[in-house]
């Protein structure tokens, strides 16, 4: 078992459908229904998940005043462009 600080128990309600995919999958890779649980959602986290935080981080950062008009950043990358073609 892993040395990880764990949660206490949750609970939820599935689809039937859902479940009985979970349950198929613990019981081919012989592991629990919360093995799978966990690895789809780590799964979830590292791709639609992270897009979300990423995309709430950065609407923060602008209001925030952190951000680039860009009209500026096309002028400079222009610039940099014309610079080093001559």
Same mark, same amino acid.
């Given at each position: 078992?892993? %040395?990880?600080? $764990?949660?206490?128990?949750?609970?939820?309600?599935?689809?039937?459908?859902? $479940?009985? @995919?979970? @349950?198929?999958?613990?019981?081919?890779?012989?592991?629990?229904?919360?093995?799978?649980?966990?690895?789809?959602?780590?799964?979830?986290?590292?791709? @639609?998940?992270? @897009?979300?935080?990423?995309?709430?981080?950065?609407?923060?950062?602008?209001?925030?005043?952190?951000?680039? %008009? $860009? %009209? %500026?950043?096309?002028?400079?990358?222009?610039?940099?462009?014309?610079?080093?073609?001559?």
């Amino acid at each position: 078992m892993s %040395d990880r600080e $764990l949660s206490d128990p949750i609970s939820m309600r599935l689809p039937m459908d859902v $479940l009985s @995919e979970i @349950e198929e999958i613990a019981e081919i890779c012989e592991r629990s229904r919360s093995w799978v649980f966990v690895r789809a959602l780590k799964s979830y986290l590292a791709a @639609e998940g992270r @897009e979300i935080i990423e995309v709430a981080r950065a609407r923060r950062d602008i209001d925030a005043g952190l951000g680039h %008009d $860009l %009209d %500026d950043v096309i002028d400079e990358v222009d610039a940099i462009v014309k610079g080093a073609a001559a």
